[in-house]
């Protein structure tokens, strides 16, 4: 299993400002992933972030935008860039085993 | 690619009863997982269940099974005696059977199931 420490838990920023969101696992992970769950959405996958190497983003989302560093094998963070009230959801920080996904609490960010 | 269905936005039942939470997918995957997740108000999501689709035996887990068919690409997972502490967004979720790797899960829009005192 793993634990996974996401912060802050919560924010609410004005528009046009960044949000650095970092994700703390309690083992090493070759693969860390961040996810959007917009208001009463599901959750899409934004970007599958590898230590050592660029984030692969998924269709709909750039690295301008939603920019992700990996530093080591149990940190990341994903910051949320020149924000808009479109960006308000909540992002989730995730890690796989071979047989299951791990999530952390999320992140609910508002932009007002 | 995969796509994961779940055609009931919201489902409410009386506590103690039993209830069961559709889902369907697609793929030309042959080995993968399904799960199923709940999502309380705390956003938390809590891993409900958990089958391998080479196994043919549905799993369980206390109050809570599925009914796995694979040839139908069904998926559905049934809660006997339900609480109150069921009451949360329920998501059924794909992953490809890749070894830890590279992808993400693909996650259905969700059932929101209420369960009345």
């Known amino acids: 299993s793993a634990v996974i420490s996401q912060k802050p838990s919560r924010d609410i920023c004005q528009r046009g400002t960044s949000l650095t969101i970092q994700c703390q696992v309690d083992s090493q992970v070759t693969m860390m992933f961040w996810y959007r769950q917009q208001p009463g959405q599901s959750l899409t996958l934004i970007a599958t972030a590898n230590q050592g190497s660029e984030a692969t983003y998924e269709s709909g989302f750039v690295i301008d935008k939603f920019p992700i560093s990996r530093p080591n094998l149990t940190f990341s963070t994903l910051t949320v860039s020149n924000m808009s009230p479109e960006d308000s959801s909540i992002y989730l920080c995730?890690?796989?085993?071979?047989?299951?996904?791990?999530f952390g609490q999320g992140t609910r960010l508002t932009v007002v | 690619a995969q796509t994961v269905t779940q055609s009931q936005p919201e489902m409410s039942v009386q506590e103690a009863e039993t209830v069961t939470l559709s889902c369907t997918y697609d793929?030309?995957?042959?080995?993968?997982?399904l799960f199923w997740y709940k999502q309380p108000p705390s956003r938390q999501m809590i891993l409900v269940i958990r089958?391998?689709?080479?196994?043919?035996q549905n799993a369980t887990e206390n109050r809570f099974s599925v009914n796995f068919q694979k040839a139908a690409k069904s998926f559905s997972l049934k809660i006997s005696d339900s609480q109150l502490g069921d009451t949360a967004m329920y998501f059924c979720a794909f992953m490809k059977y890749s070894g830890g790797g590279a992808d993400g899960l693909t996650f259905g829009k969700g059932t929101h199931l209420i369960i009345q005192p």
């Open positions: 995730s890690v796989k085993t071979a047989t299951e996904a791990f």
């Open positions: 089958q391998e689709a080479y196994k043919q």
């Open positions: 793929t030309s995957e042959s080995n993968y997982y």
